[in-house]
């Protein structure tokens, strides 16, 4: 069985300083990661995914995450905020055999000051 | 391209009334995913469709939900009786279904339904 935990229901930044929300997950066999995005009113955005290959994996709108086994984690990460990353963000988790079954988080909203 | 389309947007019912929502997939996409996102949680899977089969229902409530998809493009989930803890958003998911599970799933806007 698969489960995520996000750190943090709310997070909060300046614009410019740097974004991380935190992401762990439980997995009986490897993973699969990924993290959406959900803008007001509107249907969840595949921001980046971990499937197999390097640990560290390059998104849209320049955020990042690295998988860290040891860790069970799976970071999302971005140096400099803009006020259009104010959203609520989403990890989830899949296992790696079978049908795509993606377990999410509860969400971590991202509240960006002027 | 167009997205995944999902009407109506919003519903409010009272409870024991039904209810339905219908999901457009994108074009050419095998498989489509319902999801129950209550407020203040993530996203739940509701039901999966490969073309018109079912492939997990497991977290489907049977006794008072259905679902379809005919001829493996348009699907409806239905809701009879609504109760009041089903008040949520609906999302409608499409994924090519090629890539296995590392196919990326599209979402629809949602359907926030409300039970009175």
């Known amino acids: 069985a698969q489960s995520v935990t996000q750190l943090g229901s709310h997070v909060s930044v300046s614009e410019g300083a740097l974004v991380l929300l935190r992401c762990n997950y439980s997995?009986?066999?490897?993973?699969?990661l990924f993290w959406y995005v959900q803008y007001p009113n509107q249907g969840l955005q595949l921001l980046l995914k971990y499937t197999t290959g390097a640990t560290l994996v390059k998104g849209i709108n320049g955020f990042e995450a690295e998988f860290k086994k040891s860790e069970t984690s799976f970071h999302l990460t971005k140096p400099s905020a803009h006020m259009s990353d104010a959203a609520e963000y989403f990890c989830?988790?899949?296992?790696?055999?079978?049908?795509?079954?993606?377990?999410f988080g509860t969400g971590t909203r991202l509240l960006v000051s002027p | 391209e167009a997205g995944v389309a999902q009407s109506p947007r919003y519903k409010i019912i009272e409870k024991r009334q039904s209810v339905a929502f219908w999901c457009n997939p994108i074009s050419g996409h095998a498989t489509l995913y319902w999801y129950q996102q209550i407020l203040g949680q993530g996203p739940k899977l509701l039901i999966q469709?490969?073309?018109?089969?079912?492939?997990?229902d497991s977290q489907l409530p049977k006794d008072r939900f259905s679902a379809e998809r005919l001829k493996g493009v348009d699907s409806t989930l239905k809701i009879q009786p609504a109760k009041l803890e089903d008040s949520a958003v609906y999302l409608c998911?499409?994924?090519?279904?090629?890539?296995?599970?590392?196919?990326?799933?599209?979402f629809g806007p949602g359907t926030r339904l409300t039970v009175l």
């Open positions: 989830a988790v899949s296992a790696n055999t079978g049908f795509q079954k993606l377990v």
């Open positions: 998911a499409s994924s090519l279904g090629t890539g296995g599970n590392t196919d990326t799933q599209y």
């Open positions: 997995s009986s066999v490897p993973p699969y």
């Open positions: 469709f490969q073309n018109n089969g079912v492939v997990d």
